[in-house]
Antibody, heavy 122, light 110 residues
Framework: QVQLVESGGGVVQPGGSLRLSCAAS????????MHWVRQAPGMGLEWVAF????????YYADSVKDRFIVSRDNSKNTLYLQLNSLRPEDTAMYHC???????????????WGQGTLVTVSS | NFMLTQPHSVSESPGKTVTISCTGS????????VQWYQQRPGSVPTTVIY?????PSGVPDRFSGSIDRSSNSASLTISGLKTEDEADYYC?????????FGGGTKLTVL
């Protein structure tokens, strides 16, 4: 079955950096575009970023554009999110999410990882 | 930027029917599909409605979705409410290449 396991979260000072990872298994990772979604404590869901299967397309929410970088290593079945210039408002649980269909990047999310917590605080 | 607005909370009694709205800030909400996710406390979201009005396998037919072009809104309707339906519900659509979530609605079944 599909498994998505995030790691790399932690406590970081404002202005700092972190790299999150999402290890995927149970599906053909290299043909799927993948997403990151975050959820601040007690708050709603916020879409963060998308990367296509071949890395040629990368899209970001305005709130993270020019600070976060999404990437992937298909040989390792792993998705990454580099978080730079972190702000307190970036504090959240970060989830990777897989769409239902590899051929439709807009299909709904059918699998989510449990998430990794990022806390930005001095 | 395109935004989706949901009521902060709704409540209803077991056995009753509740409808949660999701209103687009501009444009035509019917241009892109709307998805609905249920999130119970401590759990990741699961899909209850996709592509406006379709149910994934395993989701009971008590859950239904619709689009109202006149009000530029989508709706999630849950009939025959059960205490297990108590959760946060999020609509989600698209703004060009990006996905957009509504702010979420807390459903209380009491």
């Amino acid at each position: 079955q599909v498994q998505l396991v995030e790691s790399g979260g932690g406590v970081v000072q404002p202005g700092g950096s972190l790299r999150l990872s999402c290890a995927a298994s149970g599906f053909t990772f290299h043909i799927y575009g993948m997403h990151w979604v975050r959820q601040a404590p007690g708050m709603g869901l916020e879409w963060v970023a998308f990367i296509s299967d071949d890395e040629n397309r990368r899209y970001y929410a305005d709130s993270v554009k020019d600070r976060f970088i999404v990437s992937r290593d298909n040989s390792k079945n792993t998705l990454y999110l580099q978080l730079n210039s972190l702000r307190p408002e970036d504090t959240a649980m970060y989830h990777c999410a897989k769409p239902l269909n590899y051929y439709d990047s807009k299909s709904y999310f059918d699998s989510w990882g449990q998430g990794t917590l990022v806390t930005v605080s001095s | 930027n395109f935004m989706l607005t949901q009521p902060h909370s709704v409540s209803e009694s077991p056995g009753k029917t509740v409808t949660i709205s999701c209103t687009g800030s501009s444009g035509n909400i019917a241009t892109n599909f709307v998805q609905w996710y249920q999130q119970r406390p401590g759990s990741v979201p699961t899909t209850v409605i996709y592509d406006d009005d379709r149910r994934p396998s395993g989701v009971p037919d008590r859950f239904s979705g619709s689009i109202d072009r006149s009000s530029n809104s989508a709706s999630l309707t849950i009939s025959g409410l059960k205490t297990e339906d108590e959760a946060d519900y999020y609509c989600q659509s698209y703004d060009n290449t990006n996905r957009v979530f509504g702010g979420g609605t807390k459903l209380t079944v009491l």
